[in-house]
């Protein structure tokens, strides 16, 4: 046995039912089983006493620039805080992109997707650039960590398809060069016409080449910007269905209920999957409003409601879109939770669900790929914390992040002293009452 997780508890298994989790040398989950504790841990291999806590499948990162990533104010700050600026600027720093620039900053976000237990990663990159630079930095970086997380590379036309000169020419290029998604901006093109022609464009040549379709779709407060509908219906009429993903959506934020109404029925049928980015949409839309002033999400809770698989992306680290972000999942879980109302008692861990399970799904991550059984890549995230609800409240950070079978990533807690008036310093951990008793005086946790 390579390694053992024992005594955690597992996201789909009876809150008090906790679990030994057996890993193989290659890497795999061998067996999962209920947890015993007059057993004595195995002699051999990374032994690791979970104590109660929650042992989860990795975060998943949906949708991600990393292009962009580490950008902001370079060469100027989107003074506006609009979308459109923020293309603007980006469009004056591509200019400059190198290869060892955009390698340098993917991979310094890379690594801290990994400390944060994301193993899963759709990063966007834009291929509205004749010298597709950040397209092959980005192929690099995929090899690269190849070993220990999965990166798709959505070949985003973040100038247009058919507004840009030879957009589709370089999109088509970039999926000659190893893309695995095939992106579009539909609201983004000079006319409507324009719009569903580049949405075409995209279906038909992710039909051509088995890829999956992923389009930033309707990020724009016109409550007239309906391209969610023709690819819904693209997605239906190829077949591509679950393989096709529309991004952002936030006119849907705008839509009257009874076209909403309607939406639901095709978005449910056509089995497309939604992304919302709650930390970007929050703070680009809205800006040509005055108030009432709308908050430019999509409408998470009636998709869901209606049986839409609905995910939760970081979009942006440090760029013209936002010029804050960890790459931390449950900082968009949270934010989610707020943005999207998802704040009832069995909606938050819905939230968590939206940067795991749901996230997967997005990815296209079948039960070989992600999940913790037998027979699954023994890549998991033990959380600090008893239940989802706990970890995003109190943000924690994960003790353990393993990838295959190997630890990755370990976090040492540090709970805060405090000098409280009249008491010898204690600790705080932001845990109510004695939740936090039972971890004191057990052995650390580790190699043995
Ligand atoms: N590009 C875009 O069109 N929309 C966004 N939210 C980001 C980049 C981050
Ligand atoms: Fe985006």
């Known amino acids: 046995m390579r390694m053992i997780v024992r005594g955690a508890r597992l996201l789909h298994t009876p809150a008090h039912a ?90 310094e976000v890379l690594r801290w997707q990994a400390a944060n237990g994301v193993l899963h990663v759709r990063t966007h990159c834009d291929v509205t650039d004749p010298s597709l630079t950040a397209l092959d930095a980005l192929l690099e970086v995929r090899d690269r960590v190849r070993d220990i997380m999965t990166l798709q590379i959505v070949a985003f036309p973040q100038e247009g398809i058919v507004s840009f000169p030879d957009g589709a020419a370089l999109l088509r290029e970039a999926v000659a060069r190893g893309a695995d998604v095939v992106g579009a901006i539909p609201h ?59 991004s952002h959506t936030t006119a849907m934020g705008s839509y009257n209920g009874a076209y909403a109404f309607k939406l639901q029925r095709l978005l449910s049928r056509s089995g497309i999957n939604l992304v919302s980015n709650p930390f970007a949409n929050l703070n680009l839309q809205g800006r040509f409003d005055a108030y009432p002033k709308r908050r430019g999400l999509t409408q998470v809770k009636e998709m869901l409601a209606a049986g839409v698989n609905v995910a939760f992306g970081h979009d942006d680290v440090m760029d013209p879109w936002n010029a804050l972000g960890t790459a931390n999942p449950l900082q968009t879980a949270l934010v989610g939770v707020y943005a999207a109302q998802l704040t009832g008692a069995d909606e938050i861990p819905l939230a968590f669900s939206m940067v795991t399970d749901r996230a997967a799904r997005v990815l296209g991550l079948d039960a070989s790929e992600y999940g913790i059984h037998e027979g699954a890549p023994a890549s998991f995230v033990l959380l600090p914390a008893p239940t989802p609800q706990e970890a995003i409240r109190r943000q924690v950070r994960p003790r353990y992040v393993v990838s295959r079978g190997s630890v990755l990533a370990e976090t040492r807690p540090q709970p805060a002293l405090l000098n409280w008036p009249g008491e010898t310093p204690s600790t705080v951990e932001f845990i109510r009452g004695t939740q936090a008793a039972p971890r004191e005086g057990l052995p650390e946790p580790g190699p043995h």
């Open 188 to 246: 983004f093109e000079d006319t409507r016409e324009d719009g569903i022609a580049s949405l075409g464009t995209a279906f038909a040549l992710a039909e051509e080449h088995g890829l999956r379709v992923d389009a930033h779709c309707d990020e724009i407060d016109d409550e007239q910007s309906r391209f969610v509908e023709t690819l819904a219906t693209l997605a239906l009429r190829s077949g591509l269905r679950e393989r096709a993903t529309a």
């Open 18 to 107: 906790l679990s030994d989790v057996e890993v193989g040398e290659d890497g795999r989950v061998t067996r999962v089983v209920p947890h015993d504790d007059q057993k004595e841990p195995p002699a051999t291999g990374v032994l690791i006493e979970a104590h109660g806590d929650l042992l989860t499948a990795p975060f998943v990162e949906p949708h991600i620039h990393l292009d962009t990533a580490l950008t902001a104010g370079q060469p100027r700050p989107n003074a506006s805080g609009t979308l459109w600026e923020g293309i603007a600027c980006w469009s004056e720093r591509k200019r400059t992109l190198t290869r060892e620039d955009v390698i340098d900053r993917a991979t």
